[in-house]
């Protein structure tokens, strides 16, 4: 079968949609299929033998630090000249607003993808009066495709509310191999800690942007001087957040990836999730196979993820201080580490070949090939 993807964001980007693309891809090669992406060019044209093109990227205005291709008619020359059999339009929006235009437009049997809530993050930067032409926006990409795919059961029932048509779940997955406990090292702990390695170590891993609500965590190391923190990870906030952390015993370190991102789960204590704008939130699955125990809200895809009061601790958004009370939890050691255990055994056996051939049989079933049972189907975040 020719697989062509057609995304918003690849490689050298460093996420959860392109963490579960490449290793979507890497199955799909593997499995003896070819798999061409279309991509915003940002300097990587292959990925394990598959073709990359790259399509013209630039920066928007409100979002400097990271790079978008705008829609393009040039997509429909490249669709034509791969001739693929299915076509996967990853998070459509702009370069993929044209991969949906000319997927239907030539015929091709067209799956799309939702992995940002973008009409939520309207209100962090203050477009609240635009979510309802996102929404309209979004809906309309979405329905022009066979077969939609999110990543929760709270994702799927909020984009049925709003029109989206045949939605189904993608499962989750996650490299249980790379993240694991045994990864810990005293050098990335004395890195994290600055120095201060007998503290609790909090640990947030993500994109550094008003939605994800970062600055919460300040209130808890204002309340106890038990904690220090690591923030993992780059983006248009970073500048305001260093300036609300400082004189806080907090540690910036930028991107940093594989097997060095893998230490820092493990050799940390507690992994923090601030964020109520999640579909999916991959960093907690990794932070539970790394054995870290979890703080998060109590709303949407991470109640999916997270048995409040055995894997993490979920707070309440609504109520004032919640989130620092509920960390304050991790005081207790012994709490602590009975929920780190059960994290970590809560994620052992999960992998990315079950979510990749979940999707790989949607792309048969699209094409007339192996027949998928969509109620299966969506049972995905179930498991």
């Known amino acids: 079968m020719k697989i062509l993807v057609i ?39 292959e990925f394990e033998g598959a073709k990359v093109i790259g399509a013209k990227a630039t920066r ?16 429909k020359k490249m669709i034509q000249e791969y001739d693929p059999d299915i076509i996967h339009v990853v998070n459509p929006a702009l370069l993929g607003a044209s991969g949906i235009h000319y997927a239907k437009k030539l015929g091709y049997p067209l799956l799309a993808s939702y992995h940002t809530q973008v ?9 609240s009066i635009f979510k309802g032409l996102l929404w309209w926006y979004f ?4 329905n022009m495709a066979d077969i939609n795919l999110c990543t929760s059961q709270v994702v799927h ?22 993240y694991h406990p045994r990864n810990y090292k005293e050098a990335m702990r004395k890195r994290l800690t600055n120095g201060q390695t007998s503290k609790k170590l909090l640990l947030y891993v993500g994109r550094l942007a008003p939605e994800k609500e970062i600055e919460k965590i300040k209130h808890v190391l204002k309340a106890s001087d038990q904690f220090v923190l690591a923030i993992v990870g780059d983006g248009p906030y970073r500048d305001v957040l260093e300036r609300h952390f400082q004189g806080t015993n907090t540690v910036f370190t930028g991107f940093i990836y594989k097997e060095e991102l893998a230490s820092a ?10 964020s109520t704008t999640e579909t999916l939130g991959l960093v907690i699955t990794e932070a539970m196979a790394s054995g870290l125990p979890i703080v998060a809200a109590k709303s949407g895809p991470t109640c999916e993820q997270i048995e ?39 994620i052992a056996d ?12 949607i792309y048969q079933n699209l094409t007339g090939g192996k027949r998928t049972s969509y109620g299966e189907m969506d049972k995905g975040n179930e498991q």
């Not at 928007?60 to 997509?75: E, G, W």
């Not at 789960?265 to 601030?274: G, I, K, R, T």
């Not at 601790?313 to 059960?342: I, N, P």
Request: glycine fraction near 6%; aromatic fraction near 14%.
């Open 7 to 45: 995304t918003e964001t690849f490689l050298p980007s460093t996420d959860g949609v392109v963490t579960r693309l490449t290793n979507s891809i890497r199955y799909f090669l593997k499995s003896g299929h070819q798999v061409q992406i279309i991509a915003p060019d940002l300097g990587v044209y």
């Open 157 to 178: 029932q909020e984009l049925i509310d709003q029109g989206f048509k045949n939605v189904h779940v993608w499962k989750r997955g996650v490299d249980t191999s790379m």
């Open 119 to 127: 009409p939520k993050y309207a209100d962090y930067y203050h477009l």
């Open 308 to 346: 409040d009061g055995q894997t993490g601790l979920l707070y309440d958004q609504h109520v004032e201080g919640d989130f620092t009370r509920t960390v304050l939890q991790f005081e207790d050691e012994t709490l602590r580490k009975r929920l780190a255990k059960r994290a970590r055994e809560e």
């Open 139 to 142: 809906r309309k990409l979405h």
């Open 350 to 361: 999960m992998g990315w070949d079950t979510q990749s051939k979940q999707i790989l049989d």
């Open 265 to 274: 789960y493990a050799s940390s204590d507690v992994f923090v999730f601030p």
């Open 60 to 75: 928007l205005f409100f979002y400097r630090s990271k790079k978008f291709a705008m829609p393009t008619k040039k997509i």
